[in-house]
């Protein structure tokens, strides 16, 4: 028998903290996977053993910085243009300062690099359109905003969801993993590569990516007010985020070719930030974004050449599983971004307060 009072409930902050870290760990790991591993153009694509082994670099290199972007949007109470903005930046250090492919003649030896750069090279950048566009827009979309986008969604419509994940240690922690990825990175790539980037480019890359940085955090906290207008529902805007998105995948690394995935992420970016500013945009509208780029990822890549010798069996059961896990996880996100109906006596009651 007991007495007295009832055992006091842990505080809310304290029963959600194990969750958020539980949505943290998430988007550390999916960053990765969407990042390089989605694609399969590693030599270890289908090697098990191998891509977990590549997670210890792969996940502080893009999952430490895509809950850094998170964590600061919530934080500053950035929108999605904001984090775009801020992934951009990340996207431009990644590529032109970390590992610098964006300015290598022949990355880590592999076969093709230099010929493929050459037809839309731009000599006086010493920059391919085609590298510069397809990694840009791969760090931002990929590595970065369909991530977050999934995993916030699968933590619904919870605190958790719209409050930050960490505290201060844990931001430190996260802060002090990338920059140890991305130095052991660029070092390898100094140590191992003939050409580097220059003085002028490494500069360039930096103030670049400071301008995107100071455009997150001034723009991108405006909130425009919503307008009642009509938007095409969920399904049809995650088919055609997927037809969008596997035709910008499938361009050819020529000028046309860069022509056409220019105009098809414009006119993508146009057409979702006007129908974000309709008070019917919903969380799975965001969702079905997210899912048709993902989706759209996971089927092209069936018609990637790995680099290195994998074996054609390796290389369709590693598609296979991710694509079989992509529609897992953007199923996933589906569900738990239904909209939220309220009971009948809700409702009525609601007529009646009115």
């Not at 399969?40 to 590549?54: F, M, Q, R, S």
């Not at 934080?75 to 610098?100: C, F, K, N, S, Y």
């Not at 093709?112 to 990694?135: K, N």
């Not at 003085?199 to 009642?228: K, M, N, Y």
């Amino acid at each position: 028998m007991t007495g007295g009072r009832p055992a006091a409930r842990p505080a809310a902050g304290r029963e959600r903290h194990p969750r958020r870290l539980w949505f943290a760990l998430g988007l550390v790991l999916l960053a990765p996977l969407c990042a390089e591993y989605l694609v399969g153009y590693l030599p270890g694509t289908g090697d098990p053993a191998e891509l977990a082994g590549g997670l210890v670099i792969f996940a502080p290199l893009y999952g430490a910085p895509a809950l850094l972007i998170r964590e600061t949007a919530r934080r500053a109470g950035l929108t999605w243009p904001g984090i775009l903005a801020l992934a951009t930046a990340l996207g431009v250090v990644q590529a032109g300062v970390i590992d610098q492919s964006l300015f290598s003649e022949s990355y880590q030896d592999y076969a093709g690099w230099a010929e493929h750069r050459l037809p839309t090279l731009i000599e006086p950048l010493g920059v391919s359109a085609s590298d510069a566009l397809g990694f840009l827009a791969g760090h931002v979309i990929w590595s970065f905003a369909v991530p977050i986008a999934l995993v916030e969604a699968v933590a619904g419509r919870s605190r958790p969801a719209r409050a930050p994940w960490l505290r201060t240690p844990g931001l430190v922690v996260t802060a002090l993993l990338y920059a140890a990825a991305a130095w052991l990175v660029r070092q390898d790539h100094l140590r191992t590569e003939q050409d580097h980037a220059s003085a002028a480019q490494l500069i360039g890359s930096l103030v670049v990516a400071a301008l995107l940085v100071a455009a997150a955090v001034t723009l991108g906290r405006r909130r425009r007010p919503g307008r009642e207008r009509a938007v095409p529902g969920p399904v049809a805007t995650a088919l055609g985020t997927l037809a969008a998105a596997t035709a910008f995948d499938m361009a050819p690394e020529t000028w046309p070719g860069v022509a056409l995935a220019a105009a098809i992420l414009a006119a993508g970016a146009t057409a979702v930030a006007v129908f974000a500013r309709s008070t019917r945009w919903s969380a799975r509208h965001r969702v079905a974004v997210a899912t048709g780029a993902l989706l759209a990822h996971a089927i092209t890549a069936f018609f990637v050449v790995p680099f290195g010798d994998v074996p054609k069996t390796a290389k369709y059961a590693h598609n296979l599983v991710f694509l079989a896990g992509a529609a897992a996880l953007a199923g996933w996100a589906w569900r738990r971004s239904a909209p939220e109906v309220r009971p009948p006596a809700a409702r009525s009651s609601g007529r009646a307060a009115r």
